[in-house]
């Protein structure tokens, strides 16, 4: 599947794609909200700006991907790998990312207010100006 046929898919309705390979794709500000990206491969996908609200990424690969100022409230991200994904400035509220891969990845200035990051592997991990899960912005 290419991304023209997930974004055709998406505006007719349908939800589940999970397991698919969308790696080095352009998605740019896109509205994918409610989608299951189950296991897929989001590897170096451009993703920023996008509305990923409620999204399921569980076990998604997104190393190296642009999440920069994405709105990920409530995504399901447990166990994703976001080796050295951008998240500058994107929306994790309520997100789910037990057992998620963080190490390199950039949260400058994200929010992780109420996010669940129990067995994350954070390191490297940069959170400057970031809100945590408990409110408070890590300096």
Do not use: C
């Amino acid at each position: 599947m290419d991304i023209d046929e997930l974004l055709w898919r998406y505006r007719s309705g349908e939800r589940n794609f999970k397991g698919a390979n969308l790696i080095g794709g352009y998605l740019y500000g896109v509205n994918l909200s409610g989608a299951n990206l189950q296991g897929a491969s989001l590897s170096e996908v451009d993703l920023s700006q996008a509305n990923l609200v409620g999204v399921n990424l569980r076990e998604a690969s997104l190393v190296r991907a642009n999440l920069t100022g994405a709105n990920l409230t409530g995504a399901n991200l447990n166990g994703a790998n976001l080796f050295e994904a951008k998240l500058t400035g994107a929306i994790l509220d309520g997100a789910h990312l037990k057992m998620a891969d963080l190490i390199d990845a950039d949260f400058t200035a994200a929010n992780l207010q109420g996010a669940n990051l129990y067995g994350a592997y954070l390191t490297g991990t940069m959170l400057y100006g970031a809100i945590m899960p408990d409110g408070i912005i890590h300096e």
